[in-house]
Every structure is written in C-alpha cells, then in structure tokens.
RNA sequence: GUCCCCUUAGUGCAGCGGUCAGCACAUCAGAUUCUCAGUCUGAGAACAGGGGUUCGAGUCCCCUAGGGGAUGCCA
C-alpha cells in the first residue's frame, strides 16, 4: 500500500456553463477519491482572459452544488456569489488568476536554467507555418537557433512584438502510465516547443495545470480523453521540475445521440433560428432594439443596450457565431420563445430545468465511460462510491442517451416514493427545487401539505415537469379552466347526454360529504356506485373531465382533496350550468 | 500532413481463448389500474470487413474501412 492519500481534482474554466460531460469528469473523479478515503478538490482555470465571466463561474459552483458535488477545498461559493474570488483549503489560491506569481517563479526557474525561451512570433506568422507544411517539414513552429533567455534582450528583440514564453521540449521519449489507456510512448517528434506564458502575462493550461496538481497534491488525475495526446506535454514539465508525476487517467469522451461533440453551437443554433423567426414577425413590433431591451431587463450584463443590439445583429448574421454568455442566450431563448422541448440539454441547468433529479443523472453520468460489469445499473450515490473503479472504465468514447436517463429518473424517483419518510422527503425537496428552477411560483405556493399528497398522486411520473404539467389545471383560477371539447363529447357531457345526469349525480354525493379526505371520498363514491350499480370507471373519468378540463390528472381522490371542497363544488356546479 | 485511441442488437454496456454471445434502455405484443404514467409477462434484434495465430477467436496479431481525439498565445 502505497501512503500518499488519494487527491483528486476538478478544473473548470469559467467560460460557459457546466457541461453534462464536465458533470462526468467531476463526479468520477469525486467517487475515485471517496472510494479511497481521500479528498475531491476544485480549482478554478480562469486564465483564459477573454472568455472568461464571473456568471459562468457562479453557475457552474451552483450546477455543482445541485448535483452533489461538494468538495475539501476549492471556492468559497457564497463569497463568489457576492463578487469575491475566496476560497478555502491549505493549498490555495484555488482560482489560477490569483497564482500568477508562482508560475511566474517557476517559469523563470525554466529561464535560469536555458529550458525555456522567449519568442515573439505573431498567430498569423504561425498559421502560415502550419499551412504551408510540406509533408517533411516540421508541423507549425520550429525551435530557433538563437534561445533568448533574457527578458531585456527579447524586449528589444521583439520590436514591439508581444512575448511570450516556450517551453525548450527536451529531445527524449515520454512514457506515460495511464490507467485507462494502458503504457503508451511518445516519441519526441511529434512535440514541438509549446508555449507556457501567453503575451498577456498569463500561463497557459499545460503549464498552470502542471505546476497547480503538484502544488495541490494532486495524486490522479482523471480528465477527459481529450486531453491525452497532451499529457506528453505536462509529463516533460514534470520532469523538467524534478516533479513527480501524478496518476493519470483518461476518461472516453461523451457525445449526443447522433455521435457529435455536445456543444453549446447546437444550443445556439435552435436560438437562432427562433430569434429569426422572432423578428420575421414585425406585427408585434418584434425589432432587435425590443429584443434587447427585453433581454436587458431579464438579465443583468454590463453592456448597453446599443453593444447588445451590436452583439445581437452580428450574431444574427453569421451562421458559425456562438453567443458567449449563456445567460444572454437564454433569456433569447425566452423571449423568442423556444420551446422548452427543442432546446438541446447539454449543460447541468438544461436538466435540471426539464424536471431530472440530480441523483438519477448521477447515477447514469457515471456509467457514461465506466460499468460495474456486474450489470447491475441502478446505484445510489453511496453505491457508486462502493462499486467505483477506474479499472473498468473504458476506452470507447461514451453516447448521450436521454432516453435512458429518463428511464433512470423515473426509476429513482420511484425507488424513493416507496422508501421511507426521509427518502420521500428528498423527492418532495427536489421537486420545489425544480418548481423554483422553472419559476413556478403558483405551483411552489400551495404548501407542503398539499406538494406531498401531489407527489403520491403521481407516482410513476417520469420528470418534475410530468408532474407539474399534470397538476397545472387542479391549481388554476377556475377562470383560466378551458374545457377540452373533445374530451367533453367523449365522456358524454354535452348538454342533455346522459353522461351529465351522472356527473350530476356524483356532485350531489360530494356535497353532502363531511370528511374531505381520500378514504372517505373514496367510499362515499364507492358507495354511491354501488347502489346505481355502475363501476368507478364510469364515472371517475366524467368527474376528471369536469374538475380539470382533460382526460389527464392524478388520480381522483387526490384530486378532490387537492382542489379542496370548495374549488371541487365551484367547479362541478359550474360545469353543470353550462350550457 | 503527422501521432494517438476506438469499432458487440437502434442506443449504452457485459464478455478478458471453449457461453444457446448476457444485461439495461428503446421497439413490438399481451395482462393490470378511474385517465396519463406506472407495474407485470413475453418477443424480435448484434460480434465493421479481410487475413493470420490456435484443437478452438467477439476475445490475441496484422491489414482495410469507418468514427473520435491531439497537433492553439482555448482549456
């Protein structure tokens, strides 16, 4: 046994949303490291000075916070919430932003030693070499004959050029152990003197991440596939340092059902092409200035309404042009009113506004790239700790299907209703979670009481929006009702049918009822039946009709108590007088 | 261009030299319930192609094809 404790770590860079596939990376690296007894920790890689934003950082930490994902060390949630990058933990700072003197340090340690070196080529000048390869040449940049160390002499060098600085790749092969993609060498060739600080002063990944996991005790480093041909790279950096190498392990990517990257492009597309539409349709004075001002008073962004309108027509007009704040996209998205149903999920909040339950798209991220090979599938948090390994993990890049995650949603939330109290309680806090992701404040209002006896009706639902949606009629204003016509003729309740001296009937059973609780109801009603001589499902549907306009509720009983004594007479008398 | 990885039903996985190739989702059929859903029972459905190695290959090796990743002053 080895005496190192088992760290383990998350890196996001706050350029977006948290991803389904960032999702995976997380939590597998969180149960490789409960699984051992060690620590999960998160680092913020805000680096990327352009594209990072402060919203993207906020939501990816409240993304995690949903589904689970605590961790030892890392940002201090409420602190970012209210603009300040804090963090916790003995290894800090964890926002790769505030650790520029230390790789400053360390990079100038490579300097002092002649293993790295200022260079001030242009991306133009670059692109060009890369373009113009022959198929002998060196691909892209090539190492020149003079290595200037000197940061006075690259200066005057440059002319005015940005420097950065290149790493001095040494001249041997890498070995890398990894525990999923097995011993692979890489021979020195294929790397060539990649860079390590950007012109704006800042790391670039491949160094930060280095000097961050050894700096930050990070045992294994699990990440996306992705990043494999470039582990090469940090192992070279490592050994530069005299660093020991972490573990690593490199997890098979995750694309949608029709075998693509999920991208935020696929999102923003669908948003686009309503948006368009949006403004073909000049009858409600749908203009880009409209747009934007509604946008603006949906979210909060620094920029003026004219920048927006800037941002918005430029995207408009070309096809390849991804919005970079979500945020802005979605409230697009609302205004322009794209449906909830072709939004493309791809990001944690996608799901969790379609009604998923964290711990199902836990359990089925997790089997995105890794099986138990028991064949079991359905797992608690607590058993894929248990039941974890990166042994089984595989190589083969992992399919996005939704399908089966909903089926794993229907089957956890079932599991749970018919569990104890405390497992009923999780879904009755996760539903409100749900009702407050997609601002349904109607919904959210009617208590406790009433939100546990809505959840027992509807056992069996597949998503909180299934539930919800069902719902819907038993809590609206009597005035906002319609009345399925079809739905009316079926059950035979038009005027004068027969089906309405029924309907009639059971309304008068209901009137003269005292207790108004399910088994009373129920066997007023039975009773009633009884003696008429007529069984439950011919009445029950007429009755479903006339309380909430549809063939579709919860169940009956549960129904007339959600509805309440009251709304249950309003409703039927006032079914029945119509004409 | 170069390097690396992958390829079992529609989809996701299991299999790690000898299985009637197993499971789940999806699909279809039947049963059950006051609707939807759920639940239960059953059915159809796969080793990318070609060479080897071996008594024996989905499993090991090679080639081809297809898919993916890397090769960025993105991470």
């Not at 996991?213 to 940090?234: C, G, W, Y």
């Not at 920029?303 to 070309?318: G, H, I, S, Y």
């Not at 945020?327 to 998923?356: L, N, Q, Y």
Request: net charge neutral; with cysteine.
């Amino acid at each position: 046994m080895t005496a190192t404790t088992v760290r383990t770590r998350f890196a996001p860079s706050p350029t977006g949303s948290l991803h389904i596939g960032g999702a995976r990376t997380a939590f597998l690296c969180k149960l490789f490291a409960k699984k051992h007894g060690g620590d999960f920790i998160l680092r913020i890689e805000d680096t990327d000075q352009a594209r990072n934003s402060a919203e993207s950082l906020i939501g990816i930490l409240d993304d995690m916070k949903w589904l689970g994902l605590d961790f030892a060390e890392g940002p201090d949630i409420e602190a970012v919430r209210r603009g300040e990058l804090k963090d916790f933990g003995p290894y800090g700072p964890y926002f790769q932003s505030q650790r520029l003197e230390i790789y400053n340090s360390y990079i100038q340690k490579l300097l002092d030693a002649g293993r790295a070196y200022f260079a001030w080529e242009t991306p133009e000048e670059l692109a060009a070499l890369r373009q113009n390869a022959g198929p002998d040449d060196a691909y892209g940049h090539v190492r020149p004959k003079h290595l200037v160390t000197d940061a006075n002499e690259a200066k005057r060098l440059a002319n005015g050029k940005p420097v950065m600085v290149r790493f001095l790749v040494p001249d041997v092969q890498i070995h890398v152990d990894d525990l999923v993609m097995g011993p692979t060498d890489f021979p020195p060739e294929h790397l060539n003197d990649f860079v390590i600080r950007k012109s704006d002063g800042m790391p670039t990944y491949h160094f930060a991440v280095v000097v961050d996991d050894s700096l930050m005790r990070i045992s294994h480093v699990i990440r996306a596939q992705e990043h494999f041909s470039n582990t090469p790279k940090h192992v070279a950096l490592q050994m530069a340092f005299g660093l020991p190498s972490p573990q690593f392990a490199h997890l098979p990517l995750v694309f949608n059902s029709q075998g693509k990257k999920m991208s935020k492009r696929e999102k923003d597309k669908v948003v686009k092409r309503f948006a368009k539409k949006w403004l073909g349709e000049k009858e409600g004075g749908n203009s880009i200035g409209s747009l934007a001002d509604k946008v603006k008073s949906a979210v909060k962004i620094a920029d003026t309404a004219d920048a927006l309108v800037k941002q918005v027509e430029a995207w408009l007009k070309d096809p390849d042009l991804v919005l970079p704040q979500g945020t802005v996209r979605e409230a697009i998205a609302d205004v322009v009113g794209v449906p909830i149903a072709e939004r493309p999920e791809i990001d944690v909040s996608d799901f969790k506004k379609a009604g998923f339950y964290a711990e199902a798209i836990l359990n089925y991220i997790a089997l995105l790239g890794w099986s138990p090979g028991t064949g079991k599938e359905i797992f608690t948090p607590a058993e894929l700790v248990e039941a974890f390994n990166l042994e089984q993990v595989s190589k083969t890049n992992a399919r996005f299907d939704r399908k089966k995650l909903v089926s794993f949603n229907l089957t956890h939330c079932n599991d749970d209703m018919s569990g104890d109290a405390g497992r009923k309680e999780k879904q009755l806090v996760a539903f409100k979670q749900y009702l407050e992701s997609v601002g349904n404040a109607r919904l959210a209002g009617i208590g406790d009481a009433k939100l546990r006896i809505l959840l027992e009706a509807k056992k069996g639902w597949r998503l909180y929006s299934d539930v919800e949606k069902v719902a819907g009629p038993l809590f609206m204003p009597l005035s906002e009702l319609t009345y399925d016509e079809g739905a009316v003729a079926k059950e035979g309740l038009r005027k004068g049918e027969a089906g309405r001296e029924l309907l009639a009937g059971v309304t008068e059973v209901l009137r003269g009822q005292k207790d108004w609780e399910e088994p009373a109801l129920e066997a007023a009603v039975m009773a009633w039946c009884g003696e008429k001589g007529i069984e439950l499902k011919e009445i029950a549907p007429k009755v479903r009709v006339a309380l909430t306009g549809t063939t579709v509720s919860p169940a009956l009983w549960p129904s007339l108590v959600l509805v309440g004594r009251e709304g249950v007479m309003e409703r039927l008398d006032g079914f029945l007088a119509k004409g």
